[in-house]
């Protein structure tokens, strides 16, 4: 069993960004990223404290408006159009959930498409599915990167994704089409899960649920990818794969935690960069 090791390959990922930052700057041109938080969610201090530390390292600039949980839906909608219209903001990212006041789908319409580094706009989920140039959604395009980077063969291959969200289940299938796999997707009403799971040569995880895929579901030698993060009892970290019992039969596999989680930001900050014209 090969152990595919998201935070090396997320590490190589950020060095390559502080190199393009540093060329950027020699052609006198800086790279911002322009983060969002609205109130104050404990888990969400915490992704974005990890993203202003990706920024230092990579030498990204990153403005930061933490507002209070009582913004209006017009003053975020106000600052967004601001950093919209600012040349030096290459990127805009506001970090969701967003307070039950604030309608996020009109928030995320908001943000001009050349500057949506998380690719959740429509207009760019549909760049993404026909194939034309522009950002890529972090998550599924960090397991493309995970896989290619551990020599893991993707045309021809059959792929099975569990989960069906708009972040990752949706965006994976397309992205491992574009790679010329075979692709199913399954969701929570799949008939026969377990059958599904064991004809994939790739099976990546996104379920939201503990531990929930056993060696069972698991053909020999397959590659599994699991994006489930999970807190246990004691701090722990877990995913949506029962690690220690999938190991044994995986070919490759991602652990949890420094598997998918650490590509994520890394892949932020490749599209911060890529954002600059
Ligand atoms: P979600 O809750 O939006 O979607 C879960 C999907 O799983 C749904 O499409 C649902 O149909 C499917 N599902 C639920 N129960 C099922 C079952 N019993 N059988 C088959 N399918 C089932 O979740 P999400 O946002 O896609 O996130 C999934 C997991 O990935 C979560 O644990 C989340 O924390 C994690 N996540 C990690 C990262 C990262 O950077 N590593 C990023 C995003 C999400």
Redo the contacts with the bound molecule.
């Keep these: 069993m090969k152990l595919i090791d998201g935070k090396m390959i997320s590490g190589m990922i950020k060095d390559e960004v502080k190199e393009q930052v540093e060329k950027l700057k020699q052609q006198g041109k800086e790279v911002t990223l322009a983060v969002i938080l609205v109130g104050n969610d404990p888990a969400s201090s915490v992704y974005v404290g990890n993203k202003k530390k990706a920024c230092e390292y990579t030498g990204i600039r990153s403005e930061s408006y933490e507002l209070p949980e009582d913004t209006t839906q017009e003053k975020l909608l106000a600052l967004v159009e601001e950093l919209n219209g600012r040349d030096d903001v290459n990127g805009i990212l506001v970090q969701l959930p967003l307070p039950a006041h604030i309608d996020e789908k009109t928030v995320i319409d908001t943000i001009s498409p050349d500057k949506d580094v998380d690719c959740f706009h429509p207009q760019s989920v549909g760049r993404m599915c026909i194939g034309e140039k522009g950002f890529l959604p972090c998550?599924p395009a960090g397991i493309i990167e995970l896989l290619k980077r551990s020599d893991v063969e993707i045309t021809g291959k059959h792929c099975v994704i569990?989960?069906?969200?708009n972040?990752?289940?949706k965006p994976m299938a397309m992205l491992m089409l574009r790679e010329n796999a075979t692709v199913t997707i399954?969701?929570?009403k799949?008939k026969d899960?377990k059958e599904v799971c064991k004809s994939a040569d790739i099976l990546i995880v996104?379920?939201?649920?503990p531990k929930?895929i056993d060696s069972s579901y698991v053909k020999e030698g397959a590659v599994v990818i699991d994006?489930?993060?999970?807190r246990l009892e004691g701090k722990k970290l877990c995913g949506?794969v029962d690690f220690e019992d999938v190991k044994e039969v995986a070919g490759a596999i991602t652990p949890v935690p420094g598997g998918?989680?650490p590509?994520?930001i890394a892949m932020l900050m490749k599209n911060c960069v890529s954002g600059v014209r």
């Design positions: 998550t569990i989960g069906r969200s972040i990752v289940g399954c969701h929570s799949t899960l996104a379920i939201g649920k929930m994006v489930g993060i999970h949506d998918v989680g590509m994520t």
